[in-house]
Structure formats: C-alpha cells, structure tokens
T-cell receptor, first 113, second 115 residues
Framework: DAKTTQPTSMDCAEGRAANLPCNHS???????VYWYRQIHSQGPQYIIH???NNETNEMASLIITEDRKSSTLILPHATLRDTAVYYC??????????????FGKGTKLSVKP | DVKVTQSSRYLVKRTGEKVFLECVQD?????MFWYRQDPGLGLRLIYF???????EKGDIPEGYSVSREKKERFSLILESASTNQTSMYLC??????????????FGEGSRLTVL
C-alpha cells in the first residue's frame, strides 16, 4: 500500500472549517484514500473514502487532487467534539477479506473555543 | 446502533499469566480483527478472521493466538503474558462487502498492563 504523509498536529477554531492535508505521492491507480479518526480513549471511527472524485457525507468532505497525489479532509464546521487524531490511509479496493488498513501516526487536530 | 463490544476496558496481569481478551459484534459481520496500538507505532494488525474457525496472521502474531468458534465472537489469547505486551488492544469487524465500503467498526479498546 502507498505511504501517506500527514502533519503531526493542527489547530482549528470552533465553528471554522478544518482542512486536514494528506500526501500520497506513490498512490497507484486502483488505490483508494480512506480517512478515519480516533477520539481519545475510543476506537477509530470511519469517516469517508474516495478514489478520484470528491466525496461528501454527513461527517466531512474529501477533496482529491487531479493527479491523486494528495487529498484534503474538510470538516466544514468544526466542534470541540471533533478534537481527535485523524488518519489518512491508502488501500487497494477488493483487498480481500484481510482488511489490513495500515494506520500511520495521523494528525492530531485540536479544536479550540 | 452497530456495536463491537470488548469484554474489559482495563486489565492488569502478571508476567506469565494466560490472558483472554474477548470481542463480540452484533452486526453479523464475517470479518473480525485484532489490533494493538502503541504510542509512536500506530495500529498494528495481530490476527484476523474472515469466517468461523478461520484465522490469518497479521503483521505481529508472535506471542498471540486467536479463537473464532462463533461468528459474533473473536477472542485474543496471550498464552504467557510478557511486559512487552502491555498495550491498547482494539477489536474490529467488517462485512464481507467492506472492500467497497471501506468501513471497519472498532470497539472501545482494552488497555492491558502486564507487570
């Protein structure tokens, strides 16, 4: 699976958009970008995933550059409850039932009042 | 609400003890996983199972074994606990269709301390 690079930490003001970048310059054509987050003392939680088109759901939006070498997760109106570690993961679809998501160190997002 | 339940949030065991970590999911998922999480190392896959009585080694299976006798339950066993197995253990499950949905459901974790 392609390696991802994320900033170690970011701050965001409550109510503002949080934009979390991820670089995956070695991504191949059939690898998806996944985002998970982990709130302190809880297990990781799935947020969103995409291949090449931008995606949006009730939690967030995912913007993938045209060359697919980077992406941005957008939380449109961050709240204090969005404070968490955010993981960007690249994975082949149809990897079989192994489901071996490789979680890196992620970005610690701190939402401040 | 979908749920993955781990039997104990916190455990303290002594070196050499046999330790059982239990995980139950109520979503009728085929796939179940055990990860451990350590500061600076992220999540690492220990074992996974894609069906009852089936198991596959992950990245760090040494010192661990697993059991999947029923679809909803996946147990992690430390035959003889050692201090380097002090960690947060996370169980997860997914449907067989997860290859398309990308969604793993995690439990809240079991923090094991081995003295």
């Amino acid at each position: 699976d392609a390696k991802t690079t994320q900033p170690t930490s970011m701050d965001c003001a409550e109510g503002r958009a949080a934009n979390l970048p991820c670089n995956h310059s070695t991504i191949s054509g059939n690898e998806y970008v996944y985002w998970y987050r982990q709130i302190h003392s809880q297990g990781p939680q799935y947020i969103i995933h995409g291949l090449k088109n931008n995606e949006t759901n009730e939690m967030a939006s995912l913007i993938i550059t045209e060359d697919r070498k980077s992406s941005t997760l957008i939380l449109p109106h961050a709240t204090l409850r969005d404070t968490a570690v955010y993981y960007c993961i690249v994975r082949l679809e149809g990897y079989g039932s192994q489901g071996n998501l490789i979680f890196g160190k992620g970005t610690k997002l701190s939402v401040k009042p | 609400d979908v749920k993955v339940t781990q039997s104990s949030r916190y455990l303290v065991k002594r070196t050499g003890e046999k330790v059982f970590l239990e995980c139950v999911q109520d979503m009728d998922h085929e796939n179940m996983f055990w990860y451990r999480q350590d500061p600076g190392l992220g999540l690492r896959l220990i074992y996974f199972s894609y069906d009852v009585k089936m198991k596959e080694k992950g990245d760090i299976p040494e010192g661990y074994s697993v059991s999947r006798e029923k679809k909803e339950r996946f147990s992690l066993i430390l035959e003889s606990a050692s201090t380097n197995q002090t960690s947060m253990y996370l169980c997860a499950s997914s449907s067989r269709r997860w290859e398309n949905t990308g969604e793993l459901f995690f439990g809240e974790g079991s923090r094991l301390t081995v003295l």
